[in-house]
T-cell receptor, first 116, second 118 residues
Framework: GNSVTQMEGPVTLSEEAFLTINCTYTATGYPSLFWYVQYPGEGLQLLLKATKADDKGSNKGFEATYRKETTSFHLEKGSVQVSDSAVYFC???????????????FGAGTRLFVKA | GAVVSQHPSWVICKSGTSVKIECRSLDFQATTMFWYRQFPKQSLMLMATSNEGSKATYEQGVEKDKFLINHASLTLSTLTVTSAHPEDSSFYICSSKGPPGAGANVLTFGAGSRLTVL
């Protein structure tokens, strides 16, 4: 079955450091890939997405490239801020809603702490 | 932006009682909602898919008689944990596909409900 594996946390960085959170997936077919972020006390929210191979999703300085050859979707940011402290979830979704096959599978989440 | 409101955000109940959690899409119609359970330091586990006006589809291993899901309108889905026991203590999260225009298979999440069963 489909699965998502992401690096364990917590990850602790100083402000302005470079961030990479690794994510690999196993899937049949051609899933869409997502990063969701959960800030303290809030629900998950979409950070970025990519729907096909070689697509790059980007938002708020974060980016991730859909790599089919390595089945990866690593999250990167060149210079993190204290406000980026949150839990980041890699996810994949396969199927189409109108066929009833819509499911989203999440990785375990990676907690990021950014120190001032 | 699109909002999914979930409440209560936390609830404590006695063993054997039932608890209802509500999930509302505030500014868009949600024909399909998803209910997840999150264990400490673990991923979200999909429990069931709730479709408006029809029975929910439960994932393998999820007891449909314990976790009753109702989706009676386009803006409201409810999860009722019946005869709750301490092992049902967890963080329950609802989500909806959408809103329209957000892109294929994008989810909008509620803030979650923490259930503690004594």
């Amino acid at each position: 079955g489909n699965s998502v594996t992401q690096m364990e946390g917590p990850v602790t960085l100083s402000e302005e450091a470079f961030l990479t959170i690794n994510c690999t997936y196993t899937a049949t077919g051609y899933p869409s890939l997502f990063w969701y972020v959960q800030y303290p006390g809030e629900g998950l929210q979409l950070l970025l997405k990519a729907t096909k191979a070689d697509d790059k999703g980007s938002n708020k300085g974060f980016e991730a490239t859909y790599r089919k050859e390595t089945t990866s979707f690593h999250l990167e940011k060149g210079s993190v801020q204290v406000s980026d402290s949150a839990v980041y979830f890699c996810a994949l979704s396969d199927g189409a809603l109108n066929t009833g096959g819509f499911k989203t599978i999440f990785g375990a989440g990676t907690r990021l702490f950014v120190k001032a | 932006g699109a909002v999914v409101s979930q409440h209560p955000s936390w609830v404590i109940c006695k063993s054997g009682t039932s608890v209802k959690i509500e999930c509302r899409s505030l500014d868009f119609q949600a024909t399909t909602m998803f209910w997840y359970r999150q264990f400490p330091k673990q991923s979200l586990m999909l429990m069931a898919t709730s479709n408006e006006g029809s029975k929910a589809t439960y994932e393998q291993g999820v007891e449909k008689d314990k976790f009753l899901i109702n989706h009676a309108s386009l803006t409201l889905s409810t999860l009722t944990v019946t005869s709750a026991h301490p092992e049902d203590s967890s963080f329950y999260i609802c989500s909806s596909k959408g809103p329209p225009g957000a892109g294929a298979n994008v989810l909008t999440f509620g803030a979650g409900s923490r259930l503690t069963v004594l």
